[in-house]
């Protein structure tokens, strides 16, 4: 018999550096989960990712356990850290940032394809193209 689900809850936390504070702690507390718990579990797995944005999707279920999904990085930090850039641009539609290569762009959409809705590798770049130019980046080939 499977567990009835109470809850999703949809966090991004720097990799391997979870700790029970704001963000965490009012998440999972209001569920009744163990914060430290999930924090020491999270660290552990997320080691080989210092550095990164994590986003996770934790499943509560009603007897207060918990089973979490890492997914990959957000394509804004990618795409930042490819066009090494710190942020992106205030106004995207008058200035530009930088600049990433298409190729570039390809590998992003390899690395987000199992977290995107996109049948194909070309829809998939389509979606890192638009996240680049909302960011005031510029695809060049």
Same mark, same amino acid.
Request: proline share 4%.
């Given at each position: 018999?499977?567990?009835?689900?109470?809850?999703?809850?949809?966090? =991004? $936390?720097?990799? #391997?550096?979870?700790?029970? #504070? =704001?963000?965490?702690?009012?998440? !999972?507390?209001?569920?009744?989960?163990? $914060?430290?718990?999930?924090?020491?579990?999270?660290?552990?797995v997320t080691t080989t990712r210092k &550095?990164?944005?994590?986003?996770?999707?934790?499943?509560?279920?009603?007897?207060?356990?918990? @089973?979490?999904?890492?997914?990959?990085?957000?394509?804004?930090? !990618?795409?930042?850290?490819?066009?090494? +850039?710190?942020?992106?641009?205030?106004?995207?539609?008058?200035?530009? +940032? #930088?600049?990433?290569?298409?190729? @570039?762009?390809?590998? $992003?959409?390899?690395?987000?394809?199992?977290? !995107?809705?996109?049948? @194909?590798?070309?829809?998939?770049?389509?979606?890192? $193209?638009?996240?680049?130019?909302?960011? &005031?980046? +510029?695809?060049? @080939?």
């Amino acid at each position: 018999m499977s567990k009835k689900i109470k809850a999703y809850i949809k966090l =991004q $936390i720097a990799g #391997g550096a979870a700790t029970p #504070g =704001q963000q965490i702690g009012s998440s !999972l507390g209001q569920h009744g989960l163990n $914060i430290m718990d999930f924090c020491k579990k999270f660290n552990a797995v997320t080691t080989t990712r210092k &550095g990164e944005t994590v986003p996770v999707i934790i499943t509560v279920y009603t007897d207060k356990t918990y @089973d979490f999904i890492l997914k990959t990085a957000p394509v804004s930090e !990618l795409l930042k850290k490819r066009a090494n +850039v710190s942020k992106g641009a205030k106004n995207p539609s008058k200035e530009q +940032v #930088g600049s990433v290569k298409m190729k @570039d762009v390809e590998e $992003i959409a390899k690395i987000k394809m199992p977290d !995107l809705n996109a049948f @194909d590798l070309e829809a998939a770049k389509r979606m890192v $193209i638009g996240s680049a130019r909302s960011m &005031g980046l +510029v695809v060049v @080939d």
